[in-house]
């Protein structure tokens, strides 16, 4: 089982560039989270999706969409890159069930450069 | 607006001793998750706290919810230095577990 994963590990983009940051999972899990990570900081919520179709916004959704096709893929896109992205992102997935064991998972990041 | 806060913010601590992270939050909310952050690293979960009064221990650690007061502590019990590292709060603000917000992170240093 891989849990989580997200690529690109690193990039770095130049303004106005646009970019797909990708998230797998094979946990089956429902929900699936992006969040952001600037340094010296917590994280802070993009957008989540409770299933397949199904998407809403967070906290700071402003730059970025979000698609969900699948149970698997949580992709993140970015159309129009301005240095305040520069972040760290994570995605995370979780499972539906209220238990306390059930928390959520976090994929390696992805460390997102803009100049 | 919701407001997650954490106290205190930066920690050096030696070997040995006791210590408690108090994380405060502004909403009505039984669910609270702790997690911790190594340099550079992603985030592993430490504790699922669903319900008023609950506790949960973990070798050095241990945390706690009290939802009246709308506050966690997450104590460190003999202090080692394998526990160094940046320790989040997070609080699940509408109870379904589909939207979360973070404290800004405690970071931890255990000095020998």
């Known amino acids: 089982n891989a849990g989580v994963t997200q690529t690109p590990k690193f990039r770095i983009l130049k303004i106005g560039q646009s970019m797909t940051l990708q998230c797998t999972q094979d946990?089956?899990?429902?929900?699936m989270y992006w969040y952001r990570q600037d340094p010296g900081m917590g994280l802070k919520l993009i957008y989540y999706?409770?299933?397949?179709?199904?998407?809403d916004k967070g906290e700071v959704p402003n730059g970025y969409n979000v698609s969900r096709s699948t149970t698997e893929d949580f992709p993140l896109r970015l159309e129009l890159a301005a240095p305040s992205q520069t972040s760290v992102y994570f995605c995370?997935?979780?499972?539906?069930?209220?238990?306390?064991?059930?928390?959520?998972?976090f994929g390696p990041g992805t460390r997102l450069t803009v100049l | 607006e919701l407001k997650v806060e954490q106290n205190p913010l930066f920690l050096s601590m030696q070997e040995g001793k006791n210590y408690t992270i108090y994380c405060n939050y502004s909403?009505?909310?039984?669910?609270l998750y702790w997690y911790r952050q190594d340099p550079g690293k992603s985030l592993e979960s430490l504790f699922v706290?669903?319900?008023?009064?609950a506790v949960k221990q973990e070798g050095r650690l241990m945390a706690s919810l009290d939802t009246k007061a709308r506050l966690s502590t997450l104590h460190i019990t003999a202090a080692v230095h394998d526990l160094s590292a940046t320790y989040f709060c997070?609080?699940?603000?509408?109870?379904?577990?589909?939207?979360?917000?973070f404290g800004p992170g405690t970071r931890l240093s255990v000095l020998p």
């Open positions: 995370a997935t979780k499972n539906r069930a209220e238990t306390s064991t059930d928390t959520q998972y």
């Open positions: 946990m089956n899990h429902n929900y």
């Open positions: 999706s409770v299933g397949a179709g199904i998407t």
């Open positions: 909403t009505t909310s039984d669910r």
């Open positions: 706290l669903l319900s008023n009064g």
């Open positions: 997070a609080v699940d603000i509408d109870n379904y577990g589909q939207n979360f917000v």
